[in-house]
């Protein structure tokens, strides 16, 4: 089976850097999207970042120009680099991949979540 787990997160200062990562095993025959979600405490879980197969990304607005999505097609693993992390960037943040299996099934797949701490 398919499975995404998350790395990296912890506490950090306000202006401070973290570094997550998400590394997929299983029987993946292509991967058509990965992609970081975040889920503040009594918030709705929200997309951060996303990257296609053909490499191209989207953001957040709200991280734009702090936050970077890149991916290891080796490694099965995508990273999301957050620099200048402000206290709202305090959740818990959820790795997430679309693929398609030896068997030709596409499903959405999650990770178990990682928190993310900024202090002021």
């Known amino acids: 089976q398919v499975q995404l787990v998350e790395s990296g997160g912890g506490l950090v200062q306000a202006g401070g850097s973290l570094r997550l990562s998400c590394a997929a095993s299983?029987?993946?025959?292509?991967?058509?999207?990965m992609a970081w979600y975040r889920q503040a405490p009594g918030k709705q879980r929200e997309l951060v970042a996303r990257?296609?197969?053909?490499?191209?990304?989207n953001y957040a607005d709200s991280v734009k120009g702090r936050f970077t999505i890149s991916r290891d097609n080796a490694k099965n693993t995508v990273y999301l680099q957050m620099n200048s992390l402000k206290p709202e960037d305090t959740a818990v943040y959820y790795c997430?991949?679309?693929?398609?299996?030896?068997?030709?099934?596409?499903?959405?797949?999650w990770g178990q979540g990682t928190q993310v701490t900024v202090s002021s």
């Open positions: 299983g029987r993946i025959f292509r991967t058509n999207y």
């Open positions: 990257i296609t197969r053909g490499g191209n990304t």
């Open positions: 997430a991949a679309n693929f398609m299996n030896s068997d030709y099934l596409t499903s959405d797949y």
